[in-house]
């Protein structure tokens, strides 16, 4: 990472951005990509890069397939085949015909042009690609298609899979049609998610969604949620183990 003589100011601040980055969220293999390696642009804010790092080390190397909403100058794909290595396929999606450039058989990298917010977009990627081990939202970052991705793709993740959605500041955003505790934004929606995870405890105030069933849990980050896809097979109980103590006599 060089600054070149007779750099502008511009560059100089994004040079300066760059080492704050590299020295404020860790420099795992990701982060060294992103900053080091010769792509495509990949347009991330800095911190997501530690999170990507914790869920997504345990599918490295693995046969996974992996897909991204959201290709822009395909760099990101770029990184993710690096990461994950040559037996993850990459999936890209994206509204814009463009994209499609971006695909490359030979490197197990996929990019389907559709919209998020299109039902049968999403029935039609569904027959085409049966397994999804992780989805990462980084699309049109606008609740609605958010919602309708999480609606249509959490029950087609594989049990023991991931879901994730980038970019959830959107929810409070004017311009996002978002605003804070607006009962329509992806953040109230998750917030929901919340209740379902525990809707065992309700006492049938709330019977048990799918989402109950199929969640291992919820994680919330600056801009980032993630969903654990995991198949809850009975009812929480609890009980008591060991030898009691004097305190519980009565
Ligand atoms: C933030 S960029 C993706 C950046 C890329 N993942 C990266 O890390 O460099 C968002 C992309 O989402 C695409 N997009 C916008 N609305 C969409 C929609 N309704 N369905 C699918 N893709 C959409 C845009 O065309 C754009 O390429």
Redo the contacts with the bound molecule.
């Keep these: 990472m060089n600054l070149a003589a007779g750099s502008s100011d511009f560059e100089k601040q994004q040079y300066e951005a760059l080492k704050a980055a590299y020295r404020l969220f860790g420099h795992g293999d990701l982060m060294k990509f992103w900053l080091f390696e010769n792509h495509r642009?990949?347009?991330?804010w800095a911190h997501y890069f530690p999170i990507y790092e914790k869920w997504f080390e345990a599918y490295r190397g693995k046969e996974i397939v992996f897909v991204?909403?959201?290709?822009?100058?395909?760099?990101?794909?770029q990184?993710w085949r690096n990461y994950f290595g040559g037996n993850a396929k990459i999936v890209?999606?994206?509204?814009?015909p463009a994209?499609k450039q971006f695909e490359d058989a030979t490197q197990n990298i996929f990019v389907e042009i559709?919209?998020?917010?299109?039902p049968n977009?999403w029935a039609a990627f569904k027959e085409k690609y049966p397994r999804v081990d992780i989805l990462?939202d980084?699309?049109?970052?606008?609740s609605n298609?958010q919602i309708l991705t999480f609606r249509e793709m959490f029950p087609h993740i594989k049990d023991g899979g991931l879901y994730a959605c980038e970019?959830c500041h959107t929810s409070y955003q004017a311009r996002f049609n978002g605003g804070l505790k607006k009962s329509d934004t992806f953040i109230e929606f998750t917030k929901n998610l919340i209740d379902e995870l525990n809707a065992f405890h309700t006492n049938g105030t709330l019977p048990p969604t799918y989402n109950t069933l199929n969640m291992g849990g919820i994680y919330f980050y600056d801009s980032i949620v993630v969903v654990e896809k995991k198949k809850i097979p009975f009812k929480p109980f609890d009980l008591p183990v060991g030898d009691f103590a004097e305190v519980n006599a009565e």
Excluded: A, P, R, T
């Design positions: 642009c990949i347009y991330k991204e909403v959201g290709v822009q100058n395909g760099g990101s794909i990184m890209g999606i994206d509204i814009n994209c559709g919209s998020q917010d299109d977009f990462l980084d699309g049109g970052h606008f298609q970019d």
